[in-house]
């Protein structure tokens, strides 16, 4: 199918999303899609599902739904499977989250009853708050990732997908950095036979996601495709990747307000977040050893959006600091407040305060359904590697070694859309403009 | 010069800046800018004097300023005049203000008591709570329109400036909607010489600025330069105008937010805004008149950042309020409270609160300056009538009749940075970057 | 029975409830009533269900529930009636209420279906955005006041209580002001028989109640039985009367900090004060002569408390302002926004802002409660006319006219806990406590 | 002088104030003191200063000044002096402080540079992240606290005061239990000789005040006269201490909200408490050992208002969280965020938040004036040991070992005033009020 600059297979058949980590995101995606499929419920917060693009001049009024505009899978053709460290069905699991409300669940509860998570590859040495019954065993992790393949594998023929994307929705791990180990892939292969420590659970799915063809998006601050290793062997298997660590609640709004501030050259002093949950993932973040792993994914957004080596007197000296507090009468709505110390003309100090009562899961599930979708799509037009174009749905955008990340929402979307119109073949948008009026 | 792909005039000589009320923006204005020429402030908020552009791709690492990408004028080539219903000189009516402190305002003492305002044009009926000694009298309001273009004359003969623009910093004033009086010139000519109701003082000023080839920019949310009459003859004239209603405080930051809730299509239940503040401006918008005219341009915003045509389901039926209320124990230190009701993932609700301790004329002083400088790039290349790439600064951006406004900040700086490398044959940025990676 | 200083006849057989409106609040108050005595839900906020109360020196450790100190009606023991402009049943008026979900309303079905409400004595110029159909017809207002008798008769035939209760939960009227009309008894009820446009429908039914022997509680700011006239029927009847308007939400905050602010002696410059609410309530005060009599009884509240005539120097120049706004996204779910301008030492200027989410019948309930079982009680102690020690539940606390009010919530809980503890000859509380130490 | 029930000497001649650490509060309290002598300032936020006091019933109208009501000593009386680790005189340290305005501060100039500190008692382990020049050498902490008898001396001869009064105004020490070497005098005083690690610095001061005659107020939340030793001696010797824990801020608020809603019954199931501030006290509670101090002085106060005890169902299990960030942008300017989950009727979830932008020293001076009055006036009044009458003032008020302290601000506020009362022989005030309605 000749589409536009890009050939595109059309998307034909059903498509496997295999979810490591069936807690509240996994479910509420799970659950939400059949809600969804049954009339009973809206998609909402999805960009597939309700976003338009604009395409030619503003006169022509032609914006199409993006999801009329490229061959994207329907929902109707998801079939969910996955891991988890506890054998609980998706009907039970979903119960636990408690992001829905049981009355709601019923009206699925057949379908999630349905979806019976595999054992996950679990190790307590890289999430020190969970534990769980429901864990593969292996002589190696090499062993472990062979398994994961098996089961793949197994998931495909059992359920006769043609395609399958795995968007990874489980903890976060431990803080790690690029190790020897992660450099190549012999030696990274070498190192899961030899259990080699700075290889983790993430990188085990990750690996077999792209041994087996299989888009792999990273929903976590985990370092995963992160390396060498990975990253090569996808572009090698042209399998596309991308990450990491899902943008929702408060760093959404600060790549939401940053870019505000910085457009309008007001300077920074100081930036205080904090954040209050009661999850899963709250707990889990108590850890520090965790929570150091998502505090370096929350800070490092700043950086890239103000540009403090081009802006030094209004960029150059500010503080930012990220606190994750689990406070357990909040469950699963997440709660953050931030205190924003700006200066304006002559250095006059003035605040923003912005306290968003959101809802973690809820935000995140339609992310990870975008990801499920674009990601296939990018798979069926031959894009391998790392995808910078979805940098968009996530709080540190992998890119190429040589490029700093784009971390302003609004480029990011910019990026994705231009991305998009570039695979059908139409126009690039700039907003010049100056065309409608008399040319200078 | 030939610059790219338009000639444009070199910045020589000095730039008379000739401001219709003397009030909290104007004078914060002026010592400011006196106060930067001294070394002794900073233009913080200023795209001209801070803003970076990105030439090429991200690996060129190219970003000069912009005040050296294009030619601007200079601070120190700034000269300051106008009119005010009071006859104080710049000096008492900036520590009348209160917005900057007395001590820091003896620094430029001299400089600004050497401006002393014209008698200005002023009607009550316009602007219902204010009154003051220092006007004009004249047969009609032609004949008023004629005595500004004599002091337009007059001060660039004192002054020797080369150029002028005329940035309007007056009142709100009450709401007035197109007439047929508006809608040739000659309707409006004629209309003046009638004292017709429906031509305001800001339209007389407006009508001066382009007859004498000053460029105007619409400060407030007053009809003034939106009609039909006014366009034709700067068009016709050579002259650029751009408008209107400075953007800051509370409309800022929703031309921020929207945006970003609108890219990740989380959906709008409501939207209520409330401001508190206690300057002259806060006094005025009591008249519920003149509030009339701000509420409009205020509320226009959302509708299209949100295009509900587009997106009924998400945006088709949301509630916005916004209200103003006059607190004196403020002063100049507006405070915006916004509540913010949006709903993701199968309709669940969801809450944005944010509050902004904001400065009204810290905020709207650098937003004048740029006005200013890119008004008189834009009369030096030649370009006329209105200037839709400055939507960035205005709450209700002026555009070509058969075009919908862009409301989006992210759109409007794009626009922006997009049409200063037009001006300077510089390759368009659209963040598509899929060179960088292989290509599909 | 002799209990302390005052014979208290027992709280035997049932006690009647008499609604005046039965929407978000009586539907409420019943609900949760029924929901309570099921062991379905618990009575939380409500000082006679919760409230213990100190007896004696701190060292005795005896402080038993206020339920079980002094002799109220149990919750077994009510017996609910009531009037409307709707002839919906209880179930269906709560249903539409919105304020407890279906599911849970359901459990109770049955006891909230067998509640109908008596046709209203109702005028659409007292409360303008309202209008119903079933409303009482008569010659005059005070046929329709015998009317109210009539039912008030029928009511304690049908159901055999012994004793009942008439707290007013119906809309708030337009602002009305002691008139000659009210001075009197008998030019009262020469008023009813003219149809003196100065006696309003909640009068009415506070004649009926009064003449008819049960205690009568005002919960909306109406003017009803804060005249002479009534004041006196109620002394001379022996029949206990109080009010009015209850105290939840905005105010019952105000009543909470205010009383922090000038313990401390810290000043005040500005209390800006602003509430978004979409319910029927919210409506109602939409209108401005409505908004006018809930207005007044929100502004008095800072006067008392802070005694500007004492403390000219922190409390005589100060900003007040209430704002209300009707906002459907919020239904019941109240929110008010409170910014407070407080001063320190040497003047230094400091902020508190209070953002409440609160639930406006949620919180309205228990005080509807405490007030039913507390009036009767009074009324078996033999107290008549104007209850002030139940200041503690009202926004404006009725007191003896040569009194001021008391405001401050925690004089107003002093008072009230004292009053119980004469009643039954407990010793007061003072805090004093210096017989614990060594006496100076 | 026979002044109702108690002989108080009157306040002749100069009143000593002998501050420990010459930091924010302590600069911030003398500056003040002396701006109002000149009557460049107002001791607002001082009940001693602004206070009234109702004498006798409503109707009697007589609400003097508590200045007028008890013989306190005058503003024009007080003598400064103090120890501090550095030498800078008080006009350098309140520069250094940041609190008050340079130009603001060079009114006093004079005054404060007469003030030179003495050499502190100091020791780096109690207080981790400070350090300083200017300390007292000796044998052992004995030998350290007799130099400080010698400064007290000295000081008094040199000034000719004929009182004094210490109030600890130093840092937050490391935390400590009480220890047997705390237990009685001989053990402290041997415990002394051999420099006995839980012999803190500010122990060693509270004992030479004591010692000294000198009345001792705990302005930190430090162990210090909590322990059996001190407060043996302090009775025996005649001399009234008081603590601990100057109540400002986020406390503050804490103790006006939390008796609100206890007054009516409404549930708590969180609250979550955090801070910014930039201050010096930012800095040392940066450190765990110091914060640990803190929090066990913040965390206690909600279980001693709510009284979970007697309270099982509705505040039998609540999160409190109470967290302090060092956040330098703000200076003095500290902020306090508290989100409340308090639930009512049927359990109903509500949110209650609070922003307190508030400015610690300014909060805090005017309480350490007030402290030094009435201290003096228990002094002079015949009282010895703990003086709980003054609780009002602190976060962990000290009570007799057999009693719980009161944390209720409205609490405290009454036991103050009704000892003033007892003290002036006036009758106590229990607002019940019955007697001006008929009896029952």
């Known amino acids: 199918m000749e589409q536009g600059n890009v050939t595109i297979a059309p998307a034909q058949g059903k498509l496997g999303v295999l979810l490591p980590g069936m807690g509240a995101v996994s479910t509420t995606l799970i659950a939400g899609v059949e809600l969804v499929k049954k009339g009973l419920g809206r998609p909402v917060g999805s960009l597939t599902q309700y976003g338009t693009i604009r395409l030619g001049k503003r006169t022509e009024n032609n914006q199409p739904l993006i999801k009329d505009f490229v061959p994207l899978a329907g929902l109707d053709d998801l079939v969910f499977g996955g891991w988890d460290i506890f054998g609980d069905n998706g009907y039970e699991a979903a119960l636990h989250a408690g992001v829905i409300e049981p009355e709601r669940l019923k009206l699925v509860q057949e379908e999630l009853e349905a979806i019976t998570p595999l054992k996950a590859v679990f190790d307590q040495n890289y999430v020190r708050r969970l ?3 429901h864990i593969k065993t292996g002589q190696n992790k090499y062993e472990l990732a062979m398994q994961l393949m098996e089961d793949i594998e197994a998931f495909q023929d059992r359920t006769g997908v043609t395609r399958m994307v795995m968007p990874w929705c489980g903890s976060t791990e431990v803080f790690m950095e690029v190790d020897d180990v992660h450099k190549t892939l012999q030696a990274f292969e070498a190192g899961m036979k030899e259990n080699h420590p700075a290889i983790t ?5 990750a690996y077999a996601a792209i041994m ?10 985990n370092l995963t495709v992160d390396i060498p290793a990975l990253q090569e062997l996808a572009s090698d298997r042209g399998v596309p990747i991308c990450g990491k660590d899902f943008k929702t609640g408060q760093t959404l709004m600060k790549t939401i307000m940053a870019p505000g501030l910085k457009a309008r050259m007001l300077g920074l002093s100081g930036w205080f977040s904090t954040n209050i949950l009661g999850n899963r993932d709250g707990d889990v973040l108590h850890d520090p050893s965790s929570f150091r792993t998502k505090e370096q994914s929350k800070l490092s957004v700043l950086e890239y959006i103000l540009q403090p080596e081009l802006n030094e007197e209004l960029y150059g000296d500010y503080e930012h600091q990220v606190h994750i507090h689990y406070y357990p009468p909040r469950g699963d709505n997440k709660e953050g407040w931030d205190n924003i110390d700006i200066f304006g003309w002559l250095d006059y100090p003035m605040q923003i305060k912005v306290n968003f009562l959101c809802r973690d899961s809820i935000l ?20 391998s590697g790392i995808q910078e174009w979805l940098s968009f749905y996530f709080k540190s955008p992998m890119c190429a070694p040589f490029l700093y990340p784009e971390h302003d929402l609004f480029i990011q979307l910019t990026k994705l859309k231009n991305t ?19 040319q200078p």
């Open 420 to 438: 998009l119109r570039y695979l059908q073949g139409e126009e690039q948008i700039t907003h010049l403009g100056l065309d409608y009026y008399q």
């Open 131 to 133: 534990s769980g019954p």
């Open 212 to 221: 087996s063809n299989v888009p792999f998006a990273n929903g976590a601050p």
């Open 364 to 383: 995140a599930a339609p992310v990870a359904l975008d990801l499920v979708l674009f990601m296939d799509l990018a798979h069926r037009s031959g894009m």
């Open 201 to 205: 659970p993430s990188m085990l799915y």
